[in-house]
């Protein structure tokens, strides 16, 4: 029980440090992918411009979208699901993905003449990645808890 109170003080830390990594390492990624898969080349202020307008974006899905419902679902999955762990970072991934789809709707209200198809995808694809953030950071908390302890 006193784990639990533990990893429970530490879980908005955990969920911030989460969404602004899963912000960041996002467009990093998609540029490494762009350069060394389809051999382009990137000039250094476009490269730069992309990159802050991505994390911007990315900031504000994840803050103002998913973190909130990623808090939401994880309390009531928590609370109403009485299973073993692996199952409920199951339901909390799968979860995680209707997540994705929501703020990639909201997402495609704002963007003018495209498909709703792309974004929410691009939804699903940030809050997959942050989920596997979160649950890569609780597990090193547990770790580290139980050595300690």
Request: aromatic share 12%; glycine share 4%; charged share 10%.
């Given at each position: 029980m006193h784990q639990r109170t533990q990893l429970s003080f530490h879980s908005p830390f955990v969920k911030?440090?989460?969404?602004?990594?899963?912000?960041?390492?996002?467009?990093?990624?998609?540029?490494?992918?762009?350069i060394v898969l389809y051999n382009k080349r990137v000039v250094t202020?476009?490269?730069g411009y992309e990159f802050?307008?991505?994390?911007?974006?990315?900031?504000t899905l994840l803050?103002?979208?998913?973190?909130?419902?990623?808090?939401?679902?994880?309390?009531?999955?928590?609370?109403?699901?009485?299973?073993?762990?692996t199952?409920?970072?199951?339901?909390?991934?799968?979860?995680?993905?209707?997540?994705?789809?929501?703020s990639g709707v909201i997402y495609s209200l704002f963007i003018p003449n495209t498909t709703p198809v792309g974004p929410i995808l691009y939804g699903i694809k940030l809050?997959?990645?942050?989920?596997?953030?979160?649950s890569i950071f609780i597990w090193i908390i547990k770790k580290r808890a139980k050595r300690v302890s």
């Open positions: 911030f440090i989460s969404a602004f990594v899963a912000a960041i390492s996002l467009p990093v990624i998609s540029e490494i992918l762009k202020s476009n490269l802050t307008i991505t994390i911007i974006i990315n900031l803050f103002l979208i998913i973190l909130p419902l990623s808090v939401w679902v994880e309390g009531l999955v928590g609370s109403q699901i009485k299973r073993k762990q199952q409920r970072s199951f339901i909390n991934a799968i979860f995680h993905i209707f997540i994705g789809i929501i809050a997959v990645i942050y989920f596997i953030y979160q």
